[in-house]
């Protein structure tokens, strides 16, 4: 295992400053220069006075810069806790209190929101968004640029590599109410351990050249992106953002950059599987092993997927209370079994029943972990710290069962966690966000089987009485209090919801009535029925819908609301569309005229 001074010496090294440490979409970022903007940043810390055991919070859509603020703050002990830009202001407000920041990097957008002045905010210009083809500017973001020019009005400063073991590296907050955040404490001896654990198990070196697009705010995508390309002095790519409209370009990326290790999520996989146009992305002799991570792999989807490409999919299974991973199925044969999560790598398990007591195997229990790498704690508080630990062993909330073989598999949750797409939903946060509403009596929220998503975000809610409220006018209103990515796809009325006699929603028969409810598909196709079905997905008013809305201009139609709407097209008429199809698809009319031939 290495420690911050092996790791800041390899990566300032001479020989090897001219080596690019990340790509980020056209942006190369070397490891000399890298090492320059950690001194600078090295030198803001000092004027604030931040140092181990202080706070700086991260938070920019510009990952190259956030790559960078991370690894100033790893090498000076500094905590640091990056913030999805896509939070509201609200939430964001929430969490850099209860961090207690000493320092806030974040976009030059999110000062005015930033109500504390006793907290230093450094600000990150931005410019215009670069020039690009029509049909990829639909959905692109503003290109971040004048931050070097601000950087380098600082001094240089070199960095104090001093950290202790125990010492906070990472507080990653969790999805929770606004009220009560959790924020999970990595230690610097759990980050480095783990980071040594997934550089022995999948071979990273300083040759490796790691493609991982997933969002620098979720462990995986940081974790196992720029912080393990900078502990192996090998490469992280982020050439195109991860939206469906750019995914040709992302698999090229892999022959292309000359890839070793490919990490991404089932539901990437699950695009890739429909819309991918070819089967050789992998045929390099770099390649060498393909990662799946934060949610589980559909037995269907693993087979056809090594069956077409001819390559081994590795699943990890990890929480970000254990950094990133600690069960591995893959690489090697001996911890390898399709459909199961493989056999833990320097980590130790148990499977419980409700008395904690050790399962045989072939029986149902709760997964127990120990090891290095599990996290030391929520932060600043001690309570819910105790509920997830029973001496050593962390509770995970997860149902697994161990086979004859000795693998293990998940065949469910004890928590209420919804994870779709790979990204943590909990619903007393989307429950918080519509209670807001002084119409709503009562809600509840629960994940729905989705083929896509793994599972899909669905509200039942109760209205007060004379209320006129509908579906299309909750979800706008959730979009005021919490992220995109958490606004339910489908909010059903119910006059009451089905509740024990503790007065606590039964989740079981609540799915049984959201399924029971659903609009069965299959109506006659129209223009009509296609503004209903724009109008669902993107939460309009149909009535206000027509053949010209365009995608990119229509509010709700970015990369994964065009994706949505093909799926319920195909659903309604029950066709289906190419890869093609979906591509050259820019309006309602486009769509039209589509599926008017489709099914002539």
């Not at 398990?349 to 290095?372: C, K, M, T, Y």
């Not at 989307?430 to 793994?454: F, I």
Request: net charge negative.
């Amino acid at each position: 295992m290495k420690n911050l001074s092996e790791i800041y010496a390899g990566f300032n090294a001479p020989e090897n400053r001219q080596h690019v440490f990340g790509l980020f979409e056209k942006q190369q970022l070397t490891y000399g220069a890298l090492a320059k903007h950690v001194r600078q940043l090295t030198a803001l810390f000092q004027q604030h006075n931040v140092s181990t055991a202080n706070r700086v919070v991260i938070c920019s859509d510009n990952d190259e810069l956030v790559s960078i603020a991370v690894t100033a703050a790893l090498m000076n002990g500094v905590t640091a806790v990056v913030l999805s830009p896509e939070f509201t202001t609200a939430r964001r407000l929430s969490l850099i209190g209860h961090a207690q920041a000493s320092l806030i990097i974040g976009d030059e957008s999110m000062h005015a929101d930033s109500q504390d002045e006793s907290v230093p905010f450094y600000a990150i210009s931005r410019e215009t968004a670069s020039k690009s083809s029509a049909l990829l500017a639909r959905f692109k973001k503003a290109e971040k640029k004048g931050w070097r020019e601000s950087l380098n009005q600082l001094a240089e400063v070199e960095p104090t590599l001093t950290a202790s073991p125990d010492d906070i590296a990472f507080i990653n907050f969790s999805s929770g109410t606004t009220g009560a955040p959790k924020g999970i404490c990595i230690s610097f001896a759990n980050l480095l351990t783990h980071l040594q654990t997934l550089c022995d198990q999948f071979g990273y070196d300083s040759n490796s050249k790691i493609l991982n697009n997933m969002m620098l705010s979720h462990a995986d995508g940081l974790i196992q992106g720029p912080v393990l390309a900078l502990y192996c002095g090998g490469m992280v790519a982020r050439p195109c953002p991860m939206d469906v409209q750019y995914l040709e370009e992302y698999l090229n990326a892999v022959y292309r950059l000359r890839i070793t290790h490919l990490i991404t999520v089932p539901t990437i996989l699950s695009f890739i599987d429909r819309l991918s146009a070819h089967d050789d992305y992998f045929e390099s002799d770099d390649f060498k092993h393909l990662i799946t991570v934060a949610g589980l792999m559909e037995r269907g989807l693993w087979q056809r997927l090594e069956q077409r490409f001819n390559q081994r999919i590795n699943n990890i299974y990890g929480l970000t209370e254990t950094v990133a991973g600690g069960i591995f199925c893959g690489p090697e044969d001996q911890n390898y079994q399709l459909g199961t999560i493989g056999k833990p790598t320097d980590m130790d398990i148990r499977i419980v029943d409700p008395n904690g007591q050790d399962v045989s195997p072939g029986e149902e229990g709760e997964l127990w972990l120990a090891g290095e790498n599990v996290f030391t704690g929520y932060w600043n508080d001690e309570e819910k710290t105790a509920d997830v630990f029973d001496g050593k062993w962390f509770k995970t909330g997860d149902l697994a069962v161990i086979n004859a073989e000795g693998f293990v598999q998940i065949s469910g949750r004890i928590k209420e966690l919804i994870i779709s797409g790979g990204f943590n939903v909990h619903p007393a946060e989307v429950n918080e966000a519509l209670r807001k509403h002084p119409s709503v009596a009562d809600v509840a929220t629960v994940g729905m089987p989705d083929e896509q998503w793994q599972e899909i975000v669905v509200s039942a809610v109760v209205l007060d009485a004379n209320t006129d409220l509908d579906e299309k006018a909750l979800i706008a209103f959730c979009r005021q209090h919490i992220e995109e990515r958490k606004v339910p796809k489908r909010i059903a009325l119910f006059d009451t919801l089905p509740k024990g006699d503790a007065g606590k929603v039964k989740i079981e028969a609540l799915k049984s009535r959201l399924t029971d409810s659903d609009i069965a598909s299959g109506q006659q196709f129209s223009q009509a029925r296609l503004f209903e079905l724009a109008a669902d997905t993107f939460k309009q008013d149909a009535a206000a819908l027509s053949l010209s809305d365009r995608a990119g201009v229509l509010p709700g139609w970015d990369s994964l609301g065009h994706l949505n709407l093909m799926l319920a097209v195909e659903k309604a008429v029950g066709v289906t569309l190419s890869a093609q199809d979906i591509m050259a698809t820019e309006s309602l009319n486009d769509l039209w005229d589509l599926v008017s031939r489709k099914v002539a």
